[in-house]
Nanobody, 117 residues
Framework: QVQLVESGGGLVQAGGSLRLSCTPS????????MGWYRQAPGKERELVAS????????NYADSVKGRFTISGDRAKSTIYLQMNSAKPEDTAVYYC??????????WGKGTLVTVSS
């Protein structure tokens, strides 16, 4: 089992920056990939960015490429999502996700990001 705790959401003006953090606990040795998803009101949950725990391979949604950066700190077992040049359409609940070696998905409770125009 893996538990995920997110932090860093809040209100930011368009063009501003925000950093989200996610720290896993539990069976972290089994995690293969971690990432951030988001869900805006009335829309489906979508992948924002992901990073593999071995090799640090990164993947981004086209809508955030060049603006958002996902990174990891092994010493703190924490991943981050640096959000720059925020747009109102980035407003959503952001969820941390972990995918383990056994095919299980784990989710955080989510953190709300609101970008004002």
């Amino acid at each position: 089992q893996v538990q995920l705790v997110e932090s860093g959401g809040g209100l930011v003006q368009a063009g501003g920056s925000l950093r989200l953090s996610c720290t896993p606990s539990g069976s972290i040795f089994s995690i293969n990939t971690m990432g951030w998803y988001r869900q805006a009101p009335g829309k489906e949950r979508e992948l924002v960015a992901s990073i593999t725990t071995k090799g640090g391979r990164k993947n981004y949604a086209d809508s955030v490429k060049g603006r958002f950066t996902i990174s990891g700190d092994r010493a703190k077992s924490t991943i981050y999502l640096q959000m720059n040049s925020a747009k109102p359409e980035d407003t959503a609940v952001y969820y941390c996700n972990a995918y383990d070696l056994y095919g299980a998905d784990y989710w955080g409770k989510g953190t709300l990001v609101t970008v004002s125009s």
